[in-house]
């Protein structure tokens, strides 16, 4: 995996990419890309967007314990509809090659979906804006890391 360039033309090519779906990331903003850029947590591959990032602590999150060193996805997304987003993910879980996290609103359906053919199980419900915004909490398990609280 190859992390994003942080420079103008990779912010501007990637803020298009997510202004497409504008209806789902209505909270990207500028500088949100630029500080994911400038942490080099943005994978820009094939024709897909991965902003992600990894804890620095150990922290409770529901009823599971996410472990420092853990990847979150904070979001995706790609280009258009022939990109082979299973391929880039699959990169991706080898790249993080830990357990990978990720949250999707519920009405997200094409999402949720989505990241149960590749794997990931939902472990857990969440709410944002005070209850009023659904989700779901989507887990990758590492095998070879210690167990989690349930």
Known sequence: MIHAENNYK??????KIFMQYRDIFPYIRKDYIE??????QIIHESG????????KVSRKFGNYKVLKGDV???DMVKEHNNVDSREVI????????????????LDNIRACKFYEKVGMEKVADI????GV??????????????????
């Open 133 to 150: 915004l659904k989700g779901c909490v989507y887990l990758l398990r590492n095998p070879t890391l210690k167990s989690f609280m349930h």
């Open 35 to 40: 500080e994911f850029l400038e942490k080099q």
């Open 72 to 74: 979150i996805i904070k």
């Open 90 to 105: 699959n990169r991706f879980f080898n790249y993080a090659n830990t357990n990978v996290w990720c949250t999707v609103r």
């Open 127 to 130: 709410n944002w804006c005070k």
């Open 10 to 15: 990779t912010y501007y090519n990637i803020r």
């Open 48 to 55: 897909m967007v991965i902003i992600y990032h990894t804890y």
